[in-house]
């Protein structure tokens, strides 16, 4: 077995971390959510709920991580008092790592070919219509589909096999840099479009009688969600960079780090997205099709629509290579803890298994746009999300969170001494009863809510 790699800095640990939380859910999601439920109101909320839901949760995840020195994998084996059967969750992480990962690389996919098309004018000249019709010929067509996912497939496990420091922390840390200052140029371009200053109202300014409008509970519950699944824990997605990182920090300290960061991303992309479609009069509330269709059209609009448009296709591209690089990262470890492969030989295997894995998703509007699962409309796509975000996530933050508490699990003095040792911010011992009594409960009104919503709602 190879020797356990660690990070070479702090800052490597902190902007990978970031970047597997920062994702598509924060530049795609969190805008249309936001402009669906009456804006500024809507982000206090979130912003209240990423402080008492996931943060405790994630600190966990990493210590378990820490704890153990491996992936989800073995760490509950390793962790865990004899004759439990914790261990039997690291297959469920194994599972929720390759799913996500066979619907993501796809949507990945999707956002280098925008770049590539954007970067050489692609849209230049185009109606609405025919913008929203590219997008439709762009899933429509297989080859180009698959060959957009194995390209995402490729490029994260070209940068895994250069190893977790050359590879992964250097190329992250460079791709994150970028990221930020792409988004605030495009901030700055936004910011100052005619009419834009009604976009920020909306966005800043709160109002909550938009939000009771829009139905109270359901607001509470996307905040809720919203806030939890942004940081992608529960799989296991955090717990392997737990491992590669040393005693010197509290680990709450680092979660509120790596939380800032993903908030600011999702902020900011509000912040370049919504004086946008004021200055252009779109509804900022026009869900998904929001990155694939209207901005597109909003950067047609612009004087140098090419510059523009292909900026923020690189932020996109950058958020989505972030996240598969970081889970390619996790799936290798699976490979190196159970078997003690080499990295090389974990590389090799799984880059044809996540390849043939993904290809439903790849084929989900196209070939196989005959299958729909939740009814017409719905892809195979849907499916493989609703498995991992409305499942595997909260029922996974629910095991990792009872793994910490429970006399049965790791337990909570365990857990108190390996989450505050260090420097930093100290995991507060006065909230035991709320993280072991209160909080499993709105864990479980999440996964049971995500079904009301998506089936009753």
Same mark, same amino acid.
């Given at each position: ?22 994702g598509?859910?924060?530049?795609w ?40 020195r ?14 439990? #059967? ?54 429509? /067509?297989?080859?180009?589909? @698959? ?12 940068v ?6 050359n590879?992964v922390?250097k &190329? ?15 901030v ?73 960061? /993903? ?6 992309a509000?912040?370049?997205?919504f ?9 900022? /509330? ?6 694939f ?20 296709f ?10 598969? @690089? ?10 190196? /803890?159970?078997?003690?492969?080499t990295? #090389? ?35 195979? @796509? ?24 429970? #006399?049965?699990?790791?337990?909570w003095?365990?857990? &108190?001494?390996?989450?505050n040792?260090?420097?930093?911010l ?14 499993p ?17």
């Amino acid at each position: 077995m190879e020797k356990r790699e660690k990070f070479g800095s702090r800052l490597g640990f902190i902007l990978i971390s970031a970047g597997c939380a920062v994702g598509l859910g924060n530049v795609w999601r969190f805008p249309y959510i936001v402009g669906q439920y009456g804006g500024a109101a809507f982000v206090l909320l979130y912003l209240f709920f990423l402080v008492v839901l996931a943060m405790p949760i994630m600190s966990m995840e990493f210590s378990v991580g820490r704890a153990s020195r491996q992936s989800v994998a073995t760490s509950f084996r390793k962790l865990e008092p004899k004759g439990t #059967k914790w261990h039997l969750f690291g297959y469920f992480g194994i599972a929720g790592n390759y799913l996500l990962m066979m619907f993501y690389t796809t949507i990945a996919g999707w956002m280098l070919y925008y770049l590539f098309d954007m970067a050489r004018g692609g849209f230049e000249g185009l109606s609405t219509t025919q913008v929203e019709q590219k997008f439709s010929e762009i899933t429509a /067509d297989p080859v180009l589909g @698959i060959c957009c996912m194995l390209l995402a497939v490729l490029l994260g496990f070209l940068v895994c096999s250069l190893g977790l420091k050359n590879g992964v922390e250097k &190329i992250t840390k460079g791709m994150m840099t970028a990221l930020f200052v792409v988004m605030l140029v495009l901030v700055v371009r936004s910011m100052t479009l005619p009419g834009a200053a009604d976009g920020l109202s909306f966005y800043l300014l709160p109002d909550f009688s938009k939000m009771v409008e829009n139905g109270l509970w359901d607001a509470v519950f996307a905040a809720m969600g919203q806030a939890f699944f942004t940081l992608s824990v529960g799989i296991g997605s955090m717990a392997i960079f737990g491992s590669y990182i040393g005693k010197e920090r509290t680990l709450l300290g680092e979660t509120v780090n790596i939380t800032v960061l /993903d908030t600011l991303v999702a902020v900011t992309a509000g912040l370049i997205i919504f004086p946008a479609c004021a200055a252009f009069g779109v509804s900022p /509330d026009s869900g998904p099709p929001l990155v694939f269709v209207t901005l597109p059209n909003i950067f047609n609009e612009m004087p140098l629509s090419r510059l523009w448009g292909s900026l923020f296709f690189l932020f996109m591209s950058f958020a989505a290579l972030s996240t598969v @690089i970081a889970v390619f990262e996790n799936i290798l470890s699976f490979a190196m /803890d159970l078997w003690g492969w080499t990295r #090389k030989k974990a590389v090799a295997v799984n880059i044809l298994l996540v390849s043939v894995l993904s290809l439903p998703s790849a084929m989900a509007y196209n070939l196989l746009s005959g299958v729909a699962p939740f009814g017409s409309g719905s892809t195979i @796509i849907d499916l493989e999300d609703f498995i991992v975000s409305n499942n595997l996530l909260p029922l996974g933050a629910l095991v990792y969170l009872l793994f910490c508490v429970t #006399k049965k699990g790791w337990g909570w003095d365990n857990f &108190i001494k390996e989450v505050n040792t260090g420097k930093g911010l100290r995991f507060p011992t006065s909230i035991r009863f709320y993280v072991t009594y209160v909080l499993p409960v709105i864990m479980l009104v999440i996964f049971v809510g995500g079904y009301i919503v998506k089936f009753f709602g």
